[in-house]
């Protein structure tokens, strides 16, 4: 194995055990302060305050939403735990080979436990690892539809639009649960960058992502090649 090879394999294990180690210290740390379910409703139900929107029920959240979400942001989500060990690891193992915070992985409950505990505004590794742990725990108490419930109530998607009720009304100006395969398409796509793919300033990118969004959902099988093609030729707004 050439020198190089085997300082980067080197590198690799090295973030895997310490990942796994600053993971278990943790978990032990914070296993008192561990949120109940009451104090992870509570919590939803300020950040819904703050941000002036209404928390979305199970019968609120259209199914293709819901599958176009999981399929662009968090294909495991009902698998996982709250985590995507090997998603953290190969991220884990690429910014310590580069020296860099360049890769994420972060899966849709940890989004929200950063949403919820940190603001939104910790990227430190620290508070990485809080978004780990907060998100097991999270998933020990929530089921994942009503993870999926509260990370679409509070998720930013552009336009001042907080929770995809109101990107509704901003892009569409009509209920959530009128929109369509296309529209909704188009508001899973948006929390990669919101302001980037805004469908009214940046069309041809929102088209693009929302293209992307689509055939995510095709190779789950959550919608045939056929219904994708139809909502690509769909208008944008």
Known sequence: MPAR?????????????LLALA??????????????THRLRAAVASLDKAH??????????????????VAVEDQNFYQDHGINL??????????????CECQGGSTITEQLAEDLYLNGSDHSIWGRWV????????TDHLTKTQILDAYLSQVYLGNEAVGAQQAS???????????????LALLAGLP???????????????????AAVLAAMVSL??????????????PLT
Request: net charge positive.
């Open 52 to 69: 002036h929107t209404r928390p979305l029920t199970p019968g609120q959240v259209p199914r293709y939403l819901a599958e176009a979400i």
């Open 86 to 99: 090997q998603g953290l690891l190969r991220a884990a193992a690429y910014d310590l080979v580069h020296r």
């Open 23 to 36: 993971v278990t210290c943790l978990w032990a740390g914070t296993w008192i302060a561990t949120p109940s």
């Open 131 to 138: 978004d780990i742990v907060l998100a097991l725990k999270i």
């Open 169 to 183: 009304s901003a892009y569409f100006h009509q209920p959530l649960a009128q929109d369509s395969l296309p529209q």
């Open 192 to 210: 990669q960058a919101p302001s980037l793919l805004d469908p009214l300033t940046n069309p041809r990118g929102a088209r693009e992502r929302r």
């Open 221 to 234: 099988r959550f919608i045939t090649p056929g219904q994708a093609r139809q909502a690509n030729a769909a």
């Open 5 to 17: 090879h085997g300082l980067a394999w080197k590198r690799t294990r090295w973030a895997a055990a």
